[in-house]
T-cell receptor, first 111, second 117 residues
């Protein structure tokens, strides 16, 4: 099976930078995704790392280290609208996109 | 184009009843996924369709749960003899092809909140 660990809650100040870590244990690891979910809303895709290193998409970046079974999501220039839950999700197959989600990190951005 | 839609948005039923939840994926997406999400948890995989066939139903909790996708587009999740523990938000997602190095994003619908009294 798979297991993922992320902090349950993080609080950060508007305009600051925050990093949300994710460690995983799985066999057949293929890649790591990140999703954002606002309260009452649908999860929305943020990024995917299939290879080691940093992927940057605007204010959001995601990092993966396969050797450490570790990844993180970096959010820069935090805005109030970034307050949401953030999920890392492990993809275990190249054949199809089955993913296992972590329990999520609730980010609160304060003024 | 429209995103993934799910109906109903809310469903309240009594223990022991039968329910059907519907998902309309993005047009042209061959891969469709069902998840269940409880409060404070991440989405939990239930079943994956590639086209009309259920390619992986390993996440269905028991034989009260069943899903179909007869024409490779709309899917229906069916729950028989509902129990209070089935109460959750049921999410549907679709992706372009379901696999490969370039298809990495799933598009989620708004979910159906199921409450079993």
């Amino acid at each position: 099976g798979q297991s993922l660990e992320q902090p349950s809650e993080v609080t950060a100040v508007e305009g600051a930078i925050v990093q949300i870590n994710c460690t995983y244990q799985t066999s057949g690891f293929y890649g790591l995704s990140w999703y954002q979910q606002h309260d009452g809303g649908a999860p929305t895709f943020l990024s995917y790392n299939g290879l080691d290193g940093l992927e940057e998409t605007g204010r959001f970046s995601s990092f993966l280290s396969r050797s450490d079974s570790y990844g993180y999501l970096l959010l820069q220039e935090l805005q109030m609208k970034d307050s949401a839950s953030y999920f890392c999700a492990v993809r275990v197959s190249g054949g199809y996109q089955k993913v296992t989600f972590g329990t999520g990190t609730k980010l609160q951005v304060i003024p | 184009g429209a995103g993934v839609s799910q109906t109903p948005s809310n469903k309240v039923t009594e223990k022991g009843k039968y329910v059907e939840l519907r998902c309309d994926p993005i047009s042209g997406h061959t891969a469709l996924y069902w998840y269940r999400q409880s409060l404070g948890q991440g989405p939990e995989f239930l079943i994956y369709f590639q086209g009309t066939g259920a390619a992986d139903d390993s996440g269905l909790p028991n034989d009260r749960f069943f899903a179909v996708r007869p024409e490779g587009s709309v899917s229906t999740l069916k729950i028989q003899r509902t129990e209070r523990g089935d109460s959750a938000v049921y999410l549907c997602a679709s992706s372009l092809s379901g696999g490969g190095a370039t298809d990495n994003e799933q598009f989620f619908g708004p979910g159906t909140r199921l409450t079993v009294l």
